[in-house]
């Protein structure tokens, strides 16, 4: 192999490893609607419920193979919930849909944003009312009906702070009633579901349930009806109240009860 190849193949090797391949982060964005990432990115600082260990990467290969080409494998372990993921309906109702049933039709369409952060910001374990959501169709003139519903409840800018985000940085079981973060009022989840046949429900919190829940009525009032969850949502301050889509596709476990998904807005134009 060439000298001056390997020398090449080298450099390339320190660019990715000191600026982790920062050139296609860089690419600009194409002509066309604007694009927005609700999703946090999966790695050591990735938050996930105390009694789960984190997302973990266990780098296999990285550099220039003896027959002189670059290559990059890695392996990763994580809980099904944990970081920007969607719960199946199966994992608070019984005989309900897992990941890979969830029909496409829940995971993409029209969405909206209900902005509560003002609320929360004096309000650790607000819970969203259905007072909250019709006052929004009345505020905007639109319905919630057929709608994938994002809950703003100011959180994200506090990930990946543990003790901001979830209201404290311990983990295991005992860590577990320590939670304070908002949630989605049970009440709210059935109207939301009997009344206007929502398609998903999203939040910027660690749990659609608020923090202090122990029995997490919100859940099994969406999971029973199989409406998806979307939890720890990203950049939902970059959305607008409505006139934008959702697309919002999780790996595909067979039998899984929740995934990592990679959540993304379309803005109308």
């Not at 999971?223 to 959305?239: D, M």
């Amino acid at each position: 192999m060439p000298r001056a190849l390997v020398a090449l193949s080298c450099v390339w090797v320190l660019c990715c490893l000191s600026s982790r391949c920062s050139v296609s982060a860089q690419e600009p964005d194409p002509p066309g609607p604007k694009l927005i990432d609700l999703t946090h990115p999966f790695d050591k600082a990735t938050i996930y419920w105390p009694t789960e260990p984190g997302f973990r990467l266990e780098n296999t290969a990285l550099g220039v193979t003896e027959k002189g080409y670059f290559y990059a494998a890695n392996r990763f372990a994580t809980a099904e919930h944990g970081g920007t993921h969607i719960d199946a309906p199966i994992h608070f109702f019984a005989e309900r849909q897992t990941v890979d049933q969830i029909p496409l039709w829940r995971l993409t369409g029209q969405a909206v944003c209900v902005d509560v952060s003002a609320t929360c910001a004096v309000d650790r374990d607000y819970r969203v009312s259905v007072e909250d959501l019709q006052s929004w169709e009345e505020q905007t003139g639109k319905s919630l009906t057929d709608k994938i519903v994002l809950l703003r409840t100011g959180f994200a800018q506090y990930w990946p702070d543990r003790q901001q985000y979830l209201g404290t940085a311990e983990t295991g079981r005992g860590a577990v009633a320590l939670l304070r973060f908002p949630g989605l009022d049970p009440t709210a989840a059935k109207w939301l579901v009997s009344r206007r046949k929502v398609r998903a429900v999203g939040i910027d919190t660690a749990s659609i349930d608020y923090g202090q829940s122990s029995d997490f009525e919100t859940h099994v009032a969406l999971c029973q009806a199989n409406v998806p969850i979307f939890e720890n949502v990203a950049n939902v301050q970059q959305l607008p109240k409505h006139g934008f889509t959702i697309t919002a596709l999780p790996m595909k476990i067979a039998g899984g009860s929740g995934a990592p998904c990679r959540i993304v807005a379309t803005l109308d134009q």
